[in-house]
């Protein structure tokens, strides 16, 4: 058997699946006082504005308000798909897709013309999505490796090599 491989482009789709799963699984917390914050702020804003157009209150400061708590609740509904457009824009097309070659001990990624070796040693979570696998390190560095570009080998062939290297269950992420 050829040694297994894949390749991982990201694409806006890809990058949401990538914010949901680090903000499920790696910083739940963290993630959820960002969206209760612009919940409650957001409806704060927008009651204060209504409250003060409608009270006879100074019109631009409830202006103000309504469209801070506008902007505040589009940034808690679309939370995720900002965050994956922010991913997107400060990533250059060059660095865009990724290749990925699952070596005895480490996966050696490119990156254009870069490569680098990811040790199996270094793994702290391994976790599955239905479309990838999410190789996190030690220092919260991440590999996103795409199930459906994979050559010379299966899902699971790679899943028990993954587990098997890493001493790591595949924990299984549920995203919608």
Known sequence: MSKMRTRTEYSFERLMELQRVVSKALVPKETLRKKASYLAWGTLGLGVGAYLHAGGGNPYIGSACLLMGFILLIRFYFFYHLMAWNAGRV??????????????????????????????????????????????????????????????????????????????????????
């Not at 490119?110 to 070796?117: I, M, R």
């Open 91 to 176: 990533m250059q097309k060059k660095d865009r897709v990724h290749a990925f070659q699952f070596e005895n001990d480490h996966i050696l990624a490119w990156q254009g013309q870069d490569s680098a070796k990811y040790p199996y040693t270094k793994c702290s979570d391994l976790l599955e999505t239905g479309s990838s696998f999410y190789f996190i390190m030690e220092d919260g560095q991440g590999l996103m490796l795409d199930k459906g570009e994979l050559k010379g080998g299966s899902t699971d062939e790679l899943r028990a090599f993954l587990e098997q290297k890493t001493g790591k269950t595949a924990q299984n992420i549920k995203v919608k």
